[in-house]
């Protein structure tokens, strides 16, 4: 069989199965071992079924992303985002709106300490969405906000998302999660200042706006948290960016900081450890073996894509048309929308990326980190569109009001605006992305 | 039968939960230990490899348990009951042969590495089957836990029920 004919079939079957509900990870390992088999025979396909599953998983760079998930889970029960929001709604709560922006922070906060969007979105949502509806917000779009917000977690370090675009293309991973900070600040400080915009014009707003009239109760203290967040932070960004440790390292003893601070919670307020401890430990094992279940099942799937010679022949396709190379790389990036519309984001980045990469770095010399970035900011905003919004799902079924996904949804394109505003300014100045990891030793 | 694949499931989760300690544990000590003597645990590295290679592996029926796995339900919720169990079906039927294919291949894999003691070269010389043969073992009870999940899709496929909502469309990252 001609090879243009097999890679077709290769893509339908991928399709098909994605279309009746397979698990992602396992349609790409079906559809990669059947194209193998067309392509270069059943032994092949059967080798590469008996050595990809341990080659994929059995690497010492790969341990970053264990460790990053375990961290996140563990200072879920920190009081981490709890703390960080007492202390940003005390400060925003005489202005109108100010109650998202407080929430946007602690998102931003949480996000430094965790690596996961959806798990930020589910920490911080359960903890604002009720205090913005007591504002005057509605419940969609107070939704709305956290499922917007939450997706710093995967720019923002640690960030699994930089991880794997470490893993994949061989750039530092280390420079790669120092490249997201300064972006994930700009992206916090453009959705606050966009909320408070929108609260001006009354966007968002069900009920008037009741910022210092009737203000809810505001609890004092809170310094804990943020000192904790602070402590986190320190080691691992820290450690990585003195070059005192690798990226390895830093996640095993933030994982490992983060345990400490939850053995002394436990032991000030007499709760019981196990279910706690263990519960973040089974979790995190679980959600590893959800995300290299799609690492295995990419591996197989690119394994096909390189003996079929996709990428050669992708790379020599898009540059045929001979656009601006700057075009070139805009319609390369815009065309993560459709696919964030409907798969997640670590399908997204592990099909993309061994195509996109070579092309605009390789051929046409652009910042390796830039464009990790950028592709992040694509899948942050695969997390909020349209059917498949893995953020606004999570968000969804936390609001007062029935009907919450559709809710969601039709409040969240205000963020796609903004999320864009953001990706613009990224774009237009690279020097935002590269100026911090060029400072580390 | 169901209850016994869901012990087995949450059994092994119980081993990949301990991995994932060990794992955090054994890349502190090292750390440590270079600040302190200078020197690295020998053999850490290469055990830390095949703890990952455990957790990916021993977690994955409990993920499977816990609908942990991202899906697409676009098409198949706006479908009728009997035709979205049916094409269910059949992407769980595709799903389980390429997994019993992996499995197989893989057993025999760390048959392979067991009988001719591979091993992975480093300051140490540690042996990788355990390693190699966590793999067979996770999708072993992988398997058992989606033939369940099979069966549950015929009985609705058959009398034509809706599947209870789940958190299907999930995810990381």
């Given at each position: 069989?001609?090879?243009?004919?097999?890679?077709?079939?290769?893509?339908?079957?991928?399709?098909?199965?994605?279309?009746?509900?397979?698990?992602?990870?396992?349609?790409?390992?079906?559809?990669?071992?059947?194209?193998?088999?067309?392509?270069?025979?059943?032994?092949?396909?059967?080798?590469?079924?008996?050595?990809?599953?341990?080659?994929?998983?059995?690497?010492?760079?790969?341990?970053?992303?264990?460790?990053?998930?375990?961290?996140?889970?563990?200072?879920?029960?920190?009081?981490?985002?709890?703390?960080?929001?007492?202390?940003?709604?005390?400060?925003?709560?005489?202005?109108?709106?100010?109650?998202?922006?407080?929430?946007?922070?602690?998102?931003?906060?949480?996000?430094?300490?965790?690596?996961?969007?959806?798990?930020?979105?589910?920490?911080?949502?359960?903890?604002?969405?009720?205090?913005?509806?007591?504002?005057?917000?509605?419940?969609?779009?107070?939704?709305?906000?956290?499922?917007?917000?939450?997706?710093?977690?995967?720019?923002?370090?640690?960030?699994?998302?930089?991880?794997?675009?470490?893993?994949?293309?061989?750039?530092?991973?280390?420079?790669?999660?120092?490249?997201?900070?300064?972006?994930?600040?700009?992206?916090?400080?453009?959705?606050?200042?966009?909320?408070?915009?929108?609260?001006?014009?009354?966007?968002?707003?069900?009920?008037?706006?009741?910022?210092?009239?009737?203000?809810?109760?505001?609890?004092?203290?809170?310094?804990?948290?943020?000192?904790?967040?602070?402590?986190?932070?320190?080691?691992?960004?820290?450690?990585?960016?003195?070059?005192?440790?690798?990226?390895?390292?830093?996640?095993?003893?933030?994982?490992?900081?983060?345990?400490?601070?939850?053995?002394?919670?436990i032991l000030s307020e007499r709760m019981s450890l196990w279910p706690t401890l263990f519960g973040a430990l089974r979790e995190s094992a679980s959600v590893t073996s959800m995300v290299f279940a799609i690492i295995v099942g990419s591996s197989i799937f690119s394994y096909f894509i390189v003996s079929a010679g996709v990428p050669t022949a992708f790379s020599n396709w898009v540059l045929g048309f001979e656009l601006p190379p700057l075009l070139l790389v805009l319609l390369l990036l815009l065309s993560l929308i459709p696919l964030g519309m409907f798969l997640d984001g670590v399908s997204i980045l592990l099909i993309t990326v061994p195509l996109f990469y070579p092309v605009v770095v390789g051929e046409?010399?652009?910042?390796?980190?830039?464009?990790?970035?950028?592709?992040?900011?694509?899948?942050?905003?695969?997390?909020?569109?349209?059917?498949?919004?893995?953020?606004?799902?999570?968000?969804s079924s936390m609001v007062r009001d029935r009907g919450g996904l559709e809710m969601v949804f039709r409040n969240i394109w205000a963020f796609i605006i903004l999320d864009l505003i953001i990706f613009a300014v990224l774009f237009a100045f690279p020097g935002i992305v590269s100026w911090l990891p060029g400072q580390v030793r | 039968?169901?209850?016994?694949?869901?012990?087995?499931?949450?059994?092994?989760?119980?081993?990949?939960?301990?991995?994932?300690?060990?794992?955090?544990?054994?890349?502190?000590?090292?750390?440590?230990?270079?600040?302190?003597?200078?020197?690295?645990?020998p053999g850490a590295q290469e055990v830390t490899e095949s703890l990952m290679v455990a957790i990916v592996y021993l977690g994955m029926a409990y993920a499977l348990c816990r609908r942990e796995h991202v899906s697409v339900a676009l098409l198949t919720s706006r479908l009728p009951a009997r035709p979205a169990a049916a094409l269910r079906l059949l992407g769980m039927i595709v799903m389980i042969a390429v997994i019993t294919w992996m499995t197989w291949r893989t057993g025999q894999e760390a048959l392979r590495s067991f009988q001719i003691g591979e091993v992975r070269f480093g300051l140490l010389q540690v042996p990788i089957w355990p390693a190699r043969l966590t793999i067979p073992v996770g999708l072993t009870a992988f398997l058992m836990q989606a033939l369940l999940d099979l069966y549950d899709q015929y009985v609705l496929f058959r009398e034509g029920r809706k599947e209870p909502p789940s958190g299907a469309e999930r995810g990381f990252a």
């Open positions: 069989m001609e090879v243009g004919l097999i890679i077709l079939l290769v893509f339908v079957v991928l399709l098909v199965l994605l279309a009746i509900e397979v698990p992602v990870a396992f349609c790409l390992a079906a559809s990669g071992t059947f194209g193998l088999m067309l392509l270069r025979g059943q032994n092949v396909a059967g080798a590469t079924l008996a050595s990809v599953p341990y080659q994929a998983a059995a690497s010492f760079t790969m341990t970053v992303v264990p460790m990053f998930i375990l961290m996140g889970m563990l200072a879920m029960h920190a009081n981490i985002a709890e703390d960080l929001f007492r202390i940003t709604n005390r400060i925003f709560r005489r202005v109108t709106g100010g109650v998202a922006v407080a929430t946007v922070i602690t998102c931003a906060g949480f996000s430094a300490v965790c690596g996961s969007s959806v798990a930020t979105a589910a920490t911080v949502g359960r903890l604002t969405i009720a205090e913005m509806e007591k504002y005057g917000f509605s419940s969609g779009f107070a939704a709305a906000v956290v499922a917007s917000a939450g997706t710093l977690g995967v720019l923002i370090p640690p960030s699994i998302a930089l991880v794997l675009f470490g893993i994949i293309t061989n750039e530092s991973i280390g420079k790669l999660l120092i490249a997201g900070i300064i972006p994930g600040i700009l992206s916090a400080v453009i959705m606050g200042v966009g909320i408070l915009v929108f609260a001006r014009m009354g966007v968002g707003f069900d009920r008037k706006a009741t910022a210092a009239s009737s203000t809810p109760v505001v609890q004092a203290g809170g310094y804990g948290g943020v000192m904790r967040l602070a402590v986190l932070f320190a080691i691992v960004i820290g450690g990585i960016y003195s070059g005192l440790i690798t990226a390895t390292e830093a996640a095993a003893i933030g994982a490992l900081a983060a345990l400490v601070m939850l053995l002394m919670r046409l010399g652009y910042d390796g980190l830039w464009y990790a970035i950028l592709t992040v900011k694509m899948i942050e905003l695969g997390l909020i569109t349209p059917p498949v919004g893995v953020n606004a799902f999570i968000v | 039968m169901r209850l016994t694949v869901r012990w087995i499931a949450a059994l092994l989760a119980v081993a990949a939960a301990l991995s994932v300690l060990a794992m955090m544990g054994m890349t502190s000590a090292d750390v440590a230990s270079r600040w302190i003597t200078g020197r690295s645990i």
